[in-house]
């Protein structure tokens, strides 16, 4: 006992000792980006740089490595144009980068949603949507986070509820836009970064709201981290293992999803909440955060994905039952779930002329409409002759007539199981003061084309269709 205590007495002199880092130097960092990140000098790398000292670093390794291979480096720079002197900061960085013969881009953005986001998450999303805008297809984008950043993340996601994909912190190298998002300094603590920035008489940017205690991560940086590593040294070290560790398992739950996705999920990639129900919670939640997230949307929170889960074991008391968050909603229609993204609402009175060469945006929706050349199937040509041709919504009362009787349209909907928010935003097609055409689905007669006929075909798909 008495020897355990002496050693938790022992001072920071001697833990290092204890604990040698890794040292940053070229040969460390080629190492990472070719072994570890099994990057070529093919792949040109494109450095976000902000000009403090993490990116700076970085941006000096990766210049001077170009004289023992041919990478290809350019740098970025985003400026938030949150601080009084930004605009000099960004002088600065194109400077430094004209000596190390770096080409740099610089752009200013707009930082949206502070109130709603928090100042940090509102200037990562704007600085990120503009680096993905801006690298090229095939490049690798390099980001200067380190294992202290690491380690600072994973403590603030635990801190914040976070799940295993939140716990896994930052990946060493992933997707990004067109190209890939690299993190080569991950293996290497600041302090290593400083070392080196000592050695080569580095000088960079000090950012004052770095020491603004009021952001989350400031605050666990200047007030809580260095008790953590007075008391454990390799804290950085091991709580980057442990985000490692989480990443796997976010991997293995990942698997596990698809595999389920692919017996739950129909052809249009609703959840058959039948299907559902075969499957444990665990698993019931584990799937449809899988679903959302491959649907291209940001996995809702806790609260949001347990009222989601419910929609699955209760029958509606409504028509359809709906669950939103930011950017996305789920919505119960008989024994699906449907997932789409958020959009505003559409006026029930809108109408417009249209067209039909060309394409036709449905506001309030992520649906576009257009025509296609056709014979025997469609709207038969002959009968816009002279007429003008108008796209509205349903305002109720609409009738089409099909294989010789009259049908209300509101049962035509039902019957073919299109959900009540579907139907709301389907566009319907006049042909002068007559209803001609609804969305893709039926033409009304006396507008059908027979055999042989020449006609129009109408298509209603996806506004981010290739």
């Known amino acids: 006992m008495e020897n355990s205590k002496k050693n938790d007495r022992s001072g920071p002199v001697s833990t290092q000792r204890l604990y040698p880092r890794r040292r940053f130097t070229l040969d460390a960092l080629a190492e990472v980006l070719s072994a570890e990140l099994r990057l070529t000098p093919d792949s040109p790398l494109y450095l976000a740089y902000s000009g403090g000292l993490d990116s700076h670093v970085l941006l000096h390794a990766l210049a001077h490595l170009r004289e023992h291979a041919a990478w290809q480096l350019t740098a970025f720079h985003i400026d938030h144009g949150l601080q009084p002197n930004s605009a000099e900061w960004a002088r600065r960085c194109a400077a430094v980068c004209a000596a190390l013969d770096v080409p740099c881009h610089s752009e200013r953005v707009v930082v949206r949603d502070v109130g709603s986001r928090g100042l940090e998450d509102a200037a990562r999303r704007a600085r990120y949507a503009a680096l993905a805008l801006k690298l090229p297809p095939g490049a690798v984008l390099l980001t200067a986070h380190h294992q202290n950043d690491q380690a600072e993340t994973l403590l603030l996601q635990l801190l914040r509820g976070a799940g295993v994909a939140g716990l896994a912190a930052m990946p060493a190298l992933a997707d990004f836009a067109r190209g890939r998002l690299a993190r080569p300094l991950l293996g290497f603590e600041r302090r290593a970064l400083a070392d080196y920035a000592a050695e080569q008489k580095l000088q960079w940017i000090e950012d004052s709201s770095n020491r603004d205690e009021g952001m989350a991560r400031n605050f666990l940086r200047h007030r809580i981290w260095p008790t953590i590593v007075e008391r454990w040294p390799q804290a950085a070290e091991r709580l980057a293992l442990a985000a490692r560790h989480q990443a796997d398992a976010a991997s293995l739950l990942h698997e ?27 698993r019931q939640a584990n799937v449809v955060r899988r679903w959302i997230r491959t649907g291209g949307m940001t996995t809702p929170g806790e609260r949001v994905l347990r009222e989601i889960l419910t929609r699955v074991g209760t029958d509606p008391q409504t028509r359809y039952a709906v669950v939103g968050w930011r950017g996305g909603e789920v919505r119960r229609y008989r024994d699906r779930l449907v997932l789409a993204r958020s959009v505003p609402s559409i006026a029930a009175d809108w109408e417009v002329t249209w067209d039909p060469t060309t394409v036709l945006e449905i506001p309030g929706t992520d649906w576009r409409l257009r025509s296609e050349t056709t014979t025997g199937r469609g709207l038969v040509r002959s009968r816009l002759a002279g007429n003008v041709m108008r796209v509205r919504l349903r305002r109720g009362g609409e009738r089409c007539r099909l294989r010789g009787h009259t049908h209300k349209l509101k049962k035509l909907l039902q019957e073919a199981g299109v959900p009540p928010w579907e139907r709301a935003r389907l566009p319907l097609i006049y042909v002068g003061e007559n209803l001609a055409a609804i969305g893709d689905r039926w033409i009304c007669e006396p507008y059908a084309a027979l055999p042989e006929e020449p006609a129009i075909a109408f298509v209603l798909e996806r506004s981010d269709a290739r």
């Open 256 to 282: 596990l999803g698809d595999i389920d996705l692919a017996t739950v999920a129909d052809a249009q990639g609703d959840l058959c909440i039948t299907a559902l129900k075969q499957l444990s919670s665990e």
